[in-house]
């Protein structure tokens, strides 16, 4: 089966779209560049340069290339920034998604794997979190993420579409030296940029209800998110109307992250701690039983492993 992969030439889409081919299935590829590399794009690749909003071109792609599901990877995802800008979150995330089941629909592609995030459940009574936890996201990105969701849902229910959702942890690491994550909004990369321009990497807040008073996140490598996905559209081949967590099932502080990166790098990287962000909770990390019952899945790699392959990607790139 042929599977589009939207924002497929970016951080984590570069690595959907190796592991379906890795798995005999064939990608085609669908980014505006904003942020994706073409040259993130394999040989051979079908890329088609265009925003999901352009239902048109979509809708062509879908055709030319005889695609018989989506993973929908393209969005904006930082939280802070969406609690600034949440028009332009609801626009685009929204919006986007619209646009996307609307041409599926008209086309008549019936299968689709849709990148949520554990943003959707903000601050969660207890953890691990579960996937059936109430869904209270605290910024509009994870608001933007439950109503996705629900649009898939609705979407199996008036006209078939059969689909995975799966709520990302924090991804981090890379696959090869040439897919490291270029985001300034994730942790590893920012502390990175901040070693590179001799600045103190920033930890913010250190005040929240956790052991050492920073925030406790569940650190997933691309790899084995990459890996999910392919067991995802799977599923969705055979039939589906399913949600799972994607993440080790583990939550690291991010005192602990800096410790690791201080390890790699093999210097102090002297974290210095600024105020809280907004919309940030304090500790989230994923049951993951689900997903290992349902797809077979499970993470392989450590936070180690994330830190010491994105340190190489980073380092490669310079």
Known sequence: MSWLVTGGAGYIGAHVVRALLDAGMTPVVIDDLSHGLPNRVPAGVPLVEARIQDR?????????????????LAALKAAGESVEKPLEYYTENVGGMIDLLAVMQEVGVANLVYSSSAAV??????????????????????????????MARDAGVAWGLSWVALRYF??????????????????????????DEGRAPQIFGDDYPTPDGTCIRDYIHVVDLAAAHVAAAKLCEAGAADVFNVGRGTGST???????????V??????????????????????????RDRLGWTAELDLRDMVASAWSAHTTER
């Open 170 to 195: 924090n991804v981090a690491g890379a696959g090869s030296d040439d897919l490291g994550d270029n985001s300034v909004n994730n942790l590893i990369p920012m502390v990175f940029a901040a070693l």
């Open 121 to 150: 459940y903000g601050a969660p009574a207890a953890n691990p979190v579960v996937e059936d936890a109430p869904l209270i996201p605290e910024n509009p990105y994870g608001e933007t993420k439950v109503i996705g969701e629900w």
């Open 254 to 264: 991010v005192r602990e992250v800096m410790n690791v990166v201080s390890q790699v």
């Open 56 to 72: 048109a071109v979509v809708a062509a792609a879908l055709r030319e290339h005889g695609v018989t599901g989506v993973i929908h």
């Open 266 to 291: 093999g210097r102090d990287v002297g974290a210095q701690v600024v105020d809280r962000r907004a919309g940030d909770p304090p500790a989230t990390f994923a049951q993951t039983d689900r997903i």
